[in-house]
């Protein structure tokens, strides 16, 4: 199967994430085709593994790309578009997936290469970050030397084939923040409480409500008030004091108005930090393919890539696919599918570079 066809077969039957059960038997049938190693990993994902000829088979790069998809209703009217009522490949997994795919194919095709690649289907993707926390768990990579992990996202903002990279702090942290006021002044308390979160909002800090809930009938007072939102940061240690000053501002709310607030910051993922010296390298690597490279500016999206960042040398790079492809996330977020070779031609050397190093 080429990977034009893989895509296409992705996007036509997309699973939301952590539940890519057909996902995961379509891949390893492909694999099997093609004779490579491969496993179950996290419940709905698969882990492939090609071996070199050469060197120390425990030195190794893993690739990742997730395969799950987002709660969308497809409206871009592509033969190929989606199946499945309100489920939708918004964010590009099934071309990443297809990317990791075509790599897979090259490389067991010709394995003169040192040490091993990891190939990583990764349950979740787009808005789910329990994918990766849920692949680390099992900690797959322990037996290896992981130089590095990379992955790739698409990106509309950036021309057709146009490689972005962003050295350091790239993707922000992300926590979510759940409120809920329990008193006769819940209303008057939470709606304090909300105005004193938006006040944390700043240049290197998103705080956000999402929404806010009530059990009450419209002719008496609520006892109760439900606030949910997310908070995005690029700076760790920034991050903790935040979470800090957000909490002692609801008990300073809760003495001021009578109420009990209870307060909960879930931490979902970290920042997603590249490697600088794994940048610079794939930046040149990617200049001397000829491909056209462009310096990026650190994106409010969300990305669980920041768990692997934590553990192991990790690069997640964009690749381009146009402003004709529509805004990524959306229902009619089209890609252009010539980014998929580009992304399997660079992806495939960025690999043998830091392989055979």
Wanted: glycine share 8%; charged share 25%.
């Amino acid at each position: 199967m080429n990977t034009i066809d893989f895509r296409r077969h992705l996007h036509r039957n997309p699973e939301p994430a952590l539940a890519e059960q057909a996902a995961m038997a379509f891949i390893s049938e492909q694999l099997d085709a093609l004779s490579i190693e491969h496993c179950p990993i996290a419940r709905t994902g698969i882990l492939a593994r090609i071996e070199g000829r050469r060197g120390n088979a425990k030195r190794c790069v893993v690739l990742r790309a997730s395969i799950g998809a987002d709660a969308v209703c497809e409206l871009t009217g592509a033969e190929w578009a989606s199946q499945q009522q309100g489920v939708m490949h918004s964010h590009g997994c099934d071309c990443n997936a297809a990317v990791l795919f075509g790599v897979l194919k090259r490389l067991q095709a010709n394995r003169d290469f040192e040490g091993t690649l990891l190939a990583l289907f990764q349950p979740g993707g787009g808005d789910c970050v329990e994918g990766a926390k849920i692949v680390l768990e099992e900690n797959p990579f322990a037996d290896y030397d992981v130089a590095a992990v990379v992955a790739q996202c698409l990106d509309s903002d950036l021309d057709l084939g146009r490689l972005g990279f962003c050295p350091g702090k790239f993707i922000p942290s992300l926590d979510r923040m759940r409120f809920v006021v329990k008193g006769g002044n819940s209303v008057v308390a939470a709606a304090d409480l909300i105005l004193r979160i938006d006040a944390f909002r700043s240049d290197v800090c998103a705080v956000a409500t999402c929404s806010v809930r009530t059990c009450g009938k419209e002719d008496c007072s609520p006892e109760r008030v439900t606030i949910e939102g997310t908070m995005r940061v690029l700076n760790e240690g920034l991050r903790s004091r935040l979470k800090e000053m957000i909490a002692h501002a609801a008990e300073e709310i809760d003495y001021k108005y009578d109420v009990e607030i209870d307060a909960e910051i879930e931490d979902c993922v970290p920042c997603v930090d590249n490697n600088p010296h794994l940048s610079y390298e794939a930046m040149l690597l990617a200049d001397s393919l000829g491909f056209e490279v462009e310096d990026l500016e650190e994106r409010t999206s969300i990305d669980d890539f920041g768990c692997y960042a934590q553990r192991y040398p990790s690069l997640l790079y964009s690749v381009g696919v146009g402003r004709e492809s529509g805004s990524v996330g959306s229902a009619m977020f089209l890609p252009d599918e010539r980014a998929i070779e580009v992304g399997e031609e660079f992806m495939t050397e960025l690999a043998l570079s830091i392989l055979n190093k």
